[in-house]
């Protein structure tokens, strides 16, 4: 050990600074007695050192150590009252992370010292742990934030409605890529490979989604499932280690620079809503034993548990103004000091409940909305959970993107063959304007999809009527029932010629759909080559083939498959008509009384009440007019051929064919008010021109 020299040290900012003397270390706990600093070496397995902190201001505790050094280890014990009845669970015998910790070192290890309780107590959570848990758990480390060289790092800032996100999983996307070296496989160097980001380029994505890559501790011990999809954070700040290469933070500074250079933003999704201690029988790894009553939501009748609209044990309580602190000042970090273009929250109405319901004006949603950081990058909310009132499609302030379950599931179920579904289906295909319209919203709020990592893949979705979640553990009981899929007559892997050639079908007419509807379009890794996850929609501890891209499987026709999405994407951006913020109007543009959007059935007539709910009708078109140009979409999900009449317009215009998802329309140029045979599951799109 250094010479050390104490000071008191002051109260902000929050988790442990360096200077050029030393390290002053913060930490927010309003219910602690005592806090401890203890000192590691470089390993984390021996303590070198305790220090009290010796003053505690606004309920922030804090030590300045003179002579410390950036990669010093570090953790904290915190004393005070063991009353799980009352909702105090402090345990000076646990050692635990800074919130504010920058990065981590060491494994955690599944013992009965992680837990606050004996867990051999029939008390359970009741009894008290004299165990020490700082040979089980990592570890905090002291963090220069200025030892990296960005050189001039200029973010993409993609206009929203230009965007096109790509959902990856770490290290599922590059775990067998074959031009990535071993070494690198699956983590964020893995990613900056030049390969990977010459592939997004090429693809004509925008916008890099990663899933959760806040430390989560994704290598369990025996007996433990793999935390793979990381939706269970242990810290807000440190990176995932088995991300990194040699433990190098600078690994996804360089991700982000490489990305960046291509044009391509990286977005974060990230949950704070919700932490790996969990519920009342969690271990106490960090917040639980700092001030339990203050970072989580507790149960008002009974405050040994927690209130939990999240599924996962214990909401995080953004209603405390130190709590919310903290997560702002994540975020605020990851957008300077990563240089990240913005997030992803998961579960964001928990985020945004004020005693327990769901309010616009919650300190989350003002905090970011006035933040003059998190104003300039992308916010894209899950709008639901599962606590009362969770469901809020449409209901996040102006500036939010959010996923829209809706446009997924009319968009399966109209392609499965379903009755009913083409009032639904026009909604969503036009940017989904009953829902975001009201609230005044641009056409982008609305992010489009088909498939993400919770659920199947877009290929297993035309492979398998069922859900097979066997590998899980769980007799198949995990995962969604509601997939909206059709196997297309045989459930799983075949040769059936016939049958691989509706889903071919099937799948190229849903990708086309997609890039083809307004609003912001999201494609899921993988599903540009078909890939599959066997019919498993809950993978989130399948760290194998289930979950890996599967690169060397990509033969002929799979790259047939991923150069007809990115043409449908470099479509979708050279008609240009998809760059429009505002929604539709339903009037005509000009004196020639063509509307800027018109729905037509086949009849080459505009759609009347009666059309709308002819319930087993399985096609529509609509037709888009901006300016001089005029484009029209046409969508058979029919198993069979059907005659359409293209509306008729002036004598002198012609539809040119831009796009035939099936490959079987024969003619380039059409006229005005020709009747043509729409190949069965298919989507054809015209331009009008003179």
């Not at 200077?19 to 021996?46: H, I, Y």
């Not at 919770?454 to 009981?477: F, I, P």
């Not at 996850?533 to 979950?547: E, K, P, R």
Request: glycine share 8%.
């Amino acid at each position: 050990m250094p010479d050390i020299r104490v000071w008191e040290g002051r109260s902000y900012p929050l988790g442990a600074t360096v200077d050029e003397w030393g390290v002053n270390f913060a930490l927010f706990s309003a219910g602690a007695t005592k806090v401890e600093l203890c000192l590691f070496d470089k390993s984390g397995v021996k303590e070198l050192a305790r220090y009290e902190l010796p003053v505690r201001e606004n309920n922030i505790w804090h030590i300045y150590l003179e002579g410390v050094q950036p990669g010093q280890v570090y953790g904290y014990r915190v004393y005070g009252p063991y009353e799980p009845a009352k909702g105090k669970r402090f345990n000076p015998n646990k050692l635990l992370l800074d919130p504010y910790a920058k990065k981590l070192v060491g494994r955690l290890l599944w013992h009965k010292a992680i837990f606050g309780y004996d867990v051999d107590s029939p008390d359970k959570d009741l009894s008290f742990s004299t165990l020490d848990s700082a040979p089980y758990v990592p570890k905090s480390v002291v963090v220069d934030s200025n030892d990296f060289d960005w050189e001039g790092d200029v973010p993409p800032q993609v206009d929203a409605a230009k965007t096109v996100f790509y959902e990856l999983h770490v290290k599922g996307y590059t775990r067998l890529h074959p031009k990535v070296q071993d070494a690198k496989r699956g983590t964020f160097s893995g990613l900056a490979s030049r390969s990977v980001c010459e592939y997004l380029k090429w693809l004509g994505v925008t916008s890099v989604e990663l899933m959760p890559v806040n430390a989560f501790m994704a290598e369990r011990s025996s007996g433990q499932k793999e935390n793979f999809w990381g939706y269970e954070s242990l810290n807000f700040f440190a990176l995932e280690p088995s991300y990194m290469v040699s433990a190098d933070i600078n690994n996804f500074k360089k991700m982000v620079k490489r990305f960046h250079e291509h044009g391509l933003e990286v977005i974060l999704d990230v949950v704070y809503n919700h932490t790996l201690e969990g519920n009342h029988l969690g271990p106490t790894l960090c917040y639980r034993g700092i001030d339990n009553e203050s970072y989580y939501t507790l149960d008002g009748n009974n405050k040994r548990y927690y209130y939990d609209s999240t599924g996962c044990g214990a909401s995080f309580n953004l209603q405390n103004p130190y709590v919310l602190t903290l997560v702002m000042d994540a975020m605020r970090y990851m957008v300077e000091e990563m240089h990240v273009d913005g997030f992803r929250l998961d579960l964001a109405t928990s985020l945004a409940r004020v005693k327990q319901e769901f309010s616009q004006s919650s300190g989350f949603m003002m905090s970011v909305r006035q933040d003059e950081v998190l104003q300039l990058v992308k916010m894209v909310a899950e709008p639901w959970d599962i606590g009362i009132g969770g469901y809020q499609l449409g209901a996040f302030p102006p500036g939010n993107m959010e996923w829209n379950d809706r446009y997924r599931d009319v968009v399966r179920r109209f392609w499965r063959g379903d009755d009913r579904q083409i009032g639904e289906l026009a909604s969503r295909l036009s940017g989904s304007s009953d829902i975001f319209g009201p609230s005044q919203r641009t056409i982008w709020s609305s992010v489009n999809y088909l498939a993400v990592h919770d659920g199947m893949t877009l290929y297993d979705l035309v492979c398998y009527n069922h859900k097979h979640n066997q590998a899980n553990g769980e007799d198949n009981r995990d995962g969604t029932d509601a997939n909206w899929s059709y196997n297309s007559g045989f459930e799983g892997i075949t040769d059936n010629k016939e049958i691989l050639e509706n889903r071919k079908l099937r799948q190229k007419a849903m990708l086309s759909t997609l890039f083809l509807s307004f609003g912001t379009p999201m494609l899921r890794a993988g599903d540009e080559f078909m890939n599959t996850q066997f019919g498993n929609n809950n993978a989130y501890c399948q760290s194998n083939v289930i979950s890996y891209l599967v690169w060397d499987a990509v033969g002929s026709e799979e790259i047939a498959n991923v150069r007809f999405v990115k043409n449908l994407i470099r479509l979708r951006r050279r008609m240009g008509v998809f760059n429009r913020k505002n929604f539709f109007t339903g009037k005509p543009i000009d004196k020639s009384g063509i509307k800027d959007l018109a729905w037509y059935t086949e009849k080459g007539t505009e759609f009347s009440g009666n059309d709308w709910y002819q319930a087993n009708r399985r096609s529509l078109s609509y037709m888009v007019a901006a300016r001089e140009k005029m484009f029209m979409v046409i969508l058979n999900a029919q198993a069979s051929s059907l005659k359409w009449k293209l509306p008729a317009l002036k004598k002198a215009y012609k539809w040119n064919l831009l796009l035939d998802s099936s490959g079987k329309f024969e003619e380039e140029h059409c006229a005005s008010g020709k009747e043509i045979w729409v190949p069965a599951w298919s989507v054809l799109c015209f331009e009008v021109k003179k």
